[in-house]
Each structure stands twice: as C-alpha cells, then as structure tokens.
C-alpha cells in the first residue's frame, strides 16, 4: 500500500512538474504578445465629455460610452459584498486566480467539452477588460491567467477591485457602477436600495439580456442569485433579504443628470471641443464650461418659449393632435399607457379629453392624472382659419374639445390651460458687451422637435434692425442727433425696371421735418433712405461690414436702408455689442474653458475687442435708441418710441433699443442693451415666405374683423423684456459716461438750431453743434449745424 501511495505521490509531482514546464514553455512563446499591464498604474478610464455652465451646473454629455468613475472607498460597502459575492467570494484571498475555480471548470470542459466562464476572478476579468478580446479560447484565457498574476504584483486588491467596478460594462452604454446607478435608476450609488446594489451587481454575466430594462423577468431571476449568495455568505441578513426579494424590479432609462435645458449652446460647445481635440472629445473625460449663467439660461428659455406660445394663443386654435376614439371610449389605463408613449416639449404635455361640460372639460395628462379645464383656459380658442384670420369667439367647451381628442396642455398658475405646439419659431441670443462672452442662448422653440439653431445658422433680413448701423455712418458723415431731414414720401422712378419705388413708414404716416434723434427712435422708413443717400451706399456697406455683416452677399441698393440684408440673431446680437460697450467690435464666444479628468486646463478663452466706430459714435446712437424706448418732445407734442414697452415694464434708463419688421412682417426682431448686457430676440416661420400675420385686438370680434398686425414690438420686444427683467436683477442701473469730445447745447426741438430761450438739450461732438438760433417751436426753420444748412 505504502508502495501504491510512494508511486501515485511521484505520478503526481511529474504531472505537476510537466505542468509548470509546459506553462513556462507556453509562458516564453506567448511572452512578447503579452501587453504591458504596467500602464494600468497609470490608466485613464474613457469618460465622456460633459458641457457645464459658467456656475457649473451640467447641461449635456456627449460620447458613446457612460462612465463615472469613483473611488472605492466611496462606494457603499454592500455594493462591493454584491459583486464580490458574486463574481469572486474568495478575491482579498487568492493571488489573482482562484485554482479552486480553474480546477472546477476544467473538469466540467474534461467531462462535457463545455468551456464556461465561471473560473475568472476580478482580477482576470480586469485583464480581460483591460488587454483581450472577450473570446473564448484556450491561448486567450492562458494569457488572462499570466496577465491576472502580474496585475496582482503591480496593484493592491482595492486599486484593482476600482479599476473593476469603474471598467466593467453594466448595458445600455453604461460602464461603472456609478454610471449604471444614473442609467437604470437616476441615482447616484450612495442612494441606492440593497434590491438595485443586487441588480447591478448581477450584470456583468451577460448585461445586455440581463438588465432591467431590457428583459425584467430575468433581471429579476439574476437578482435573486445575487441575493441569495449574499445571504450565504453572511453580507446581509434574512429580513434584508426577503425585504429585497419583496422589491418590485423597476428600472427605466435615465440620460445625464443634466440640470440646465440648454441643447443648443450644448451643441455649439461641442462642436468647438470637436475641432479642438477630434475623436478623443468622446473619451477623455473633457469638461467643457460655457459662457452662459443659469438664472440667465433659464429666463431665456421660459421668455423664448412663453413669447412662441402667446403668439399661438393670438393666432386661434388649429385643434387637437389626434383623435383617440369617437365612439366608445378608451379604459383609464389603455389612457395612461397611450400617454406614456406621448413625448413632452416642456412646459406642454400631451392629455386626453376624457368629458366635455358646458364651460370646462376633464382632460387625463401624461405623469399628472385627471385635470379639469375651467374657461380661463379654454377661451383663447377661437378656431384658426390663417394667420391674419380668426373664427369667433367660442361661447361653450364643446364648440373647442370633443372627448377622445388628444391635445396639448400646460400649466397656468395654480391650474391648467389648453395649449398646441406652435408652428411660428424664434430665437434668443445674449452677450456680455465687453467681451462678447455668451450669457444666454435658445435656438428654437424645442431642441429635441427640430436641432436647427437659428440663433447662429438662420440667416433673415434684419428689416428696422438695421437703421441704427445707417445712423452711426450718417453721425460720421455731416449729419447730428439735431440734423432735420424731411419725413416725406419718396417716389423714385426706376429706368431699368420701368416702373417706380414707393417705399413706405410704418404706419403710413409722414411727419414732414423731424430730427434725426426722433427718426430713428420712430423708425421712419423714409428718413433712413435719405441718409442713406446722404452718406452714399460705399459708405454705409463699409460701415456694416465694420460691424461684422457680410456684406458680399448684400446688394447695393437703396432697399438697404430698409434691412434687406439678412443676418442672423447672432450677428444682430454682436453688432448692437458695439453700441452697448462704446464702440468695440467683439467676437461672441460660448466656452470658457476646457479642463481634462483631472482638472488641468487645457483651453481658456481669450475675448478681444477691435475698434470699430468712436466712442462718441456709440454714445450719440445709444441715446437716440434710449429715446426708443422713453420717447420725447418735438415742437411741443409728445411722441413713444417703437419700444415704449420696455422702458414700462424696466423702469431703468440705461437701457437701448431698437424694433425690426420686414416687409409683410415675415420677421420680428428687437434688439437692446444695457451696459451690462445686450440681447436680440428673433420670432418669424421657417417658412421664409410665411407672414407672421395679424390678430383680433378683441376676441369678440368677427372672423374678417382683425386689424392687428404682428410687429418687432408686439412679437420679439415681450421676449426681450421677460429675459432682461431676470438677466439685470443683478446689474444696478448706471448712469451712461458722456465722451469728453461731445458737448451739450439747448436746440429748439423744432427746428434743431440753438435754442433762443427754453429748449432741449443735446449731444453733439465738439465742433458740429449748431451756430444758428432759431425760435423755440419753429418747425419751419430747418439746418444750422455747423456742417450743412440744408434739410434732407
């Protein structure tokens, strides 16, 4: 017997000798196809690149893969006892392969010629990982194992174990458990229940059919493996296991936690990182800070949007989005599964009309139940027949809903109002006139309905927003703030067309002499195409190509002065800069700054200014724009500027601003500033040929009796106002400084010599104030400036 044992002891330290001189054999042939597993001391783990406001709240991500790393030892000590329990229970034990395993599923290949995947420790899956391909041959799992080995003398357990649970693909693009945590639950790690630590745990066998999402019944089969191995080996006990046993498994999908709606700044951000570093934008874990502030982000967003959804309101109601059912109705929860399947565009939400009463309707809303409709938010409705016209008022609920409509609805102080997706669309784009740094930016009415940014790639005629660029080039070319020029109809015989040009004010009103100062707060139309002629149109195309227009793509044509070239927000925004800040043409840019994973800046933005017109230019038209807004006296009448609305609704007077509205009011701009910041707001159709229309200034109106058209001042102003109200709250109001070259003198208001008594007072750069006197409400008195007498 002895003899029997001597000899199987000796057969066995052959087999095992042979062992290891065949894998040292196989260890030397596959030495030089093994990769260098030092690199992993200094690994940097692929994380996406995230887009982040001036004061760090997050508004996009962007990269294929979902990774968040975090340290082990901030992670939950029972989420480590799920993996651990689970993938590798013997880890802090062995040398980074585990022969109990290895021996386990070599007999079961030995005995069923099946290779199974159940030998690998942590270690050999962050190898795997890390350095090999996930197939599954014997050359492949020898070189795991020798990879395994030498990863344990390079790491300690937990740096290893990091790397793991930061690494590990967990389904639906996430890799890590922090990001996993954020896909299937919206969480971070720390905030989740033992039953979601159990699901994510039991991931990584195969995350594609095992998740939540994707296949519940065997997410929730694996689930209860993971648990129960946790119970076995003493990680948790019988009431918390049966506890989590009892949790339902519920899990959907949960983008970033962005915390700021900013998509369209979002994507110009990412196309500047793009240029910037290419492909590895997706996988260095960029962090890119914008320009914008979130309280200003914010308030353009809500301005933009309210301002597109009371233009609808104006318009009448196009009816429902679809029609559920006319005959018998749908069962609440066939309802409520239909709306789940609805998208939102904040602040609508789809609902359905489930009863119609004489004046409200009960709707069921997607996420919110059943609502009642009362009348304050029904009767706006009157039906839309087009944008210039508008049905009767409706008298009851029925003449507007029917149930089994499916419509849109949005809150209205503590209750709710019928809405519909507006077809009109705008834009809104700020700056800080300084620097040209990008405050707040809105593309559109809803980034995820149409990506097209119109703020920087929709390019519209600039219709009045054009005259005070005109004005700046007649201030340099003989003309004051004083200057008179004849407010009176033009008729231009045009020999090449054969006929004649009759351009027209808005309204059709003349006023005969006006100063320069009131023409442009009143923008008339007429004024503009005299200066124009004054200054001559070289000129004035050189001047708005200082501004930054491109004007090779502008005719040169008297119809300029009217705004015919086109341009888009952007552009606008950045040209009124040169107003706002005294003179200096900024380059408007929306990044900050861009730091790597670990925080080391890689791009830091540098604003720069050239100057483009004089201070006392900017000055002088600033001030004829702030009478835009307060308005002022001529010849003893009182006369509103185009923007009287702001300067109600701000009640500060440093503030600017000039309307816009093209021909047919196709587009609706205004553009402002105060010396902190400068906003121009756009509203108009895709549809370039699409007039904005006009409304009924009473609802009670009949359908052919609408006499109100859409203006800068009606449709863009309002958006203006409700951005400014929030983005000024922290800007004091300042008093403009006078350029020490500009002079005061008291001009009679009507005719714009020096006054003779009682008159207004004016700036003037020194040296081109009038000499003459004229008498104090003499409006038939024209010139006296020191450069011409003559009235245009």
Do not use: C
């Not at 019928?418 to 077809?423: D, G, M, S, W, Y």
């Not at 003179?583 to 861009?594: A, C, E, H």
């Not at 009679?748 to 006197?773: H, I, K, N, W």
Request: no cysteine; proline share 5%; net charge neutral.
């Amino acid at each position: 017997m002895l003899k029997w044992l001597s000899r199987l002891f000796l057969f066995g330290l052959f087999l095992t000798i042979s062992a290891l001189v065949a894998l040292f054999v196989l260890y030397q042939q596959i030495r030089t196809e093994l990769p260098d597993v030092s690199t992993l001391k200094d690994v940097r783990l692929e994380t996406p690149m995230r887009v982040f406001s001036q004061d760090g709240e997050l508004i996009s991500q962007y990269g294929e893969q979902r990774r968040t790393p975090i340290a082990v030892a901030e992670m939950p000590p029972l989420l480590i006892d799920a993996f651990l329990a689970t993938e590798d229970a013997r880890f802090y034990e062995h040398p980074g392969i585990d022969p109990i395993g290895i021996s386990r599923a070599a007999v079961v290949w030995l005995s069923t010629g099946e290779k199974r995947q159940g030998a690998s420790t942590i270690t050999q899956q962050v190898a795997r990982n890390f350095f090999l391909s996930r197939e599954k041959t014997v050359i492949r799992k020898v070189k795991e194992i020798f990879l395994a080995l030498h990863i344990e003398t390079l790491l300690t357990k937990d740096e290893i174990l990091e790397l793991y649970l930061n690494k590990i693909p967990l389904g639906h693009r996430s890799h890590g458990v922090a990001a996993a945590a954020q896909v299937y639950y919206g969480k971070s790690v720390h905030e989740l229940t033992l039953a979601e630590m159990a699901m994510i745990a039991g991931l990584p066998q195969a995350p594609s059919v095992l998740n939540p999402i994707s296949n519940p019944r065997r997410a929730g089969e694996r689930r209860a493996v993971v648990l129960g191995r946790m119970l076995d080996t003493g990680k948790i006990s019988r009431s918390q296991y049966e506890d989590a046993m009892a949790a339902p498994v519920a899990a959907r999908y949960h983008g970033a936690e962005i915390t700021l709606n900013a998509p369209y700044l979002a994507e110009m951000a990412h196309q500047f990182a793009l240029a910037m570093f290419g492909e590895e934008t997706y996988t260095r874990g960029l962090n890119v800070y914008t320009t914008v502030q979130s309280d200003e982000q914010r308030a353009a967003n809500e301005a933009l949007v309210n301002g597109l959804l009371a233009y609808d309101l104006r318009h009448g109601y196009r009816g429902p989005a679809d029609t559920l059912w006319q005959g018998n109705a749908w069962e609440g929860e066939q309802i409520r599964q239909h709306l789940e399947e609805q998208p939102s565009y904040w602040p609508l939400q789809p609902a359905v009309v489930t009863a119609v009463a004489e004046r409200e309707a009960t709707v069921i809303v997607k996420g919110k139940g059943e609502i009642r409709l009362d009348w304050d938010g029904l009767k706006w409705a009157r039906p839309y027949i087009s944008d210039s016209r508008q049905g009767n008022a409706p008298r009851r609920a029925g003449d507007i809903l029917k149930a089994g409509e499916q419509v849109w609805v949005r809150p209205q102080g503590e209750g709710w109002m019928l809405a519909q997706l507006p077809e009109i669309n705008g834009a809104l784009v700020a700056l800080e006139p300084a620097s040209g740094a990008v405050t707040a930016l809105v593309g559109g009415f809803n980034f995820t309905l149409n990506k097209f940014n119109r703020s920087e790639q929709a390019a519209r005629q600039m219709g009045s927003n054009i005259k005070p660029f005109i004005y700046s080039a007649a201030l340099d070319n003989g003309f004051t703030l004083a200057s008179m020029v004849n407010d009176a109809p033009i008729n231009h015989w045009d020999a090449g067309s054969g006929s004649s040009w009759r351009p027209r004010n808005s309204p059709n009103v003349y006023d005969g002499p006006i100063r320069v100062r009131e023409a442009l707060a009143r923008s008339k139309n007429v004024v503009s195409i005299r200066l124009l002629r004054e200054t001559g149109i070289p000129t004035t195309m050189q001047r708005l190509n200082d501004f930054g227009f491109n004007t090779a793509s502008i005719p040169a044509t008297e119809s300029l002065a009217l705004g015919s070239p086109s341009a888009t927000p952007l552009e606008m925004v950045t040209g009124y800069a040169t107003f706002a800040n005294g003179g200096l043409k900024v380059t408007p840019f929306v990044v900050q700054r861009i730091e790597d994973a670990q925080g080391q800046v890689l791009y830091q933005a540098q604003p720069g200014s050239q100057r483009v017109i004089s201070e006392e230019n900017a000055f002088l038209i600033t001030e004829a724009l702030s009478s835009a807004i307060w308005g002022g006296n001529s010849a003893g009448r009182r006369w509103n500027g185009t923007g009287w609305r702001a300067g109600r609704a701000l009640e500060r007077k440093d503030i600017a601003g000039k309307t816009g509205t093209t021909n047919d009011s196709r587009d609706a701009w205004f553009s402002g500033y105060a010396p902190a910041r400068v906003a121009t707001a756009w509203v108009g159709f895709d549809d370039f040929g699409r007039p904005l229309g006009r409304t009924a200034h009473n609802p009670n109106l009949g359908a052919d009796q609408v006499t109100g058209g859409e203006f800068g001042g009606s449709a863009a102003l309002p958006i203006w106002i409700d951005y400014m109200k929030v983005a000024l709250q922290e800007h004091p109001e300042q008093q403009r400084r006078v350029p020490e070259n500009l002079v005061t003198v008291t001009i009679d208001s009507g005719s714009g010599l020096r006054a003779d008594g009682q008159g207004l007072a004016e700036y003037f750069v020194q040296g081109t104030e009038p000499r003459r006197y004229g008498r104090a409400g003499n409006s038939q008195q024209f010139g006296g400036t020191s450069i011409t007498d003559e009235l245009f």
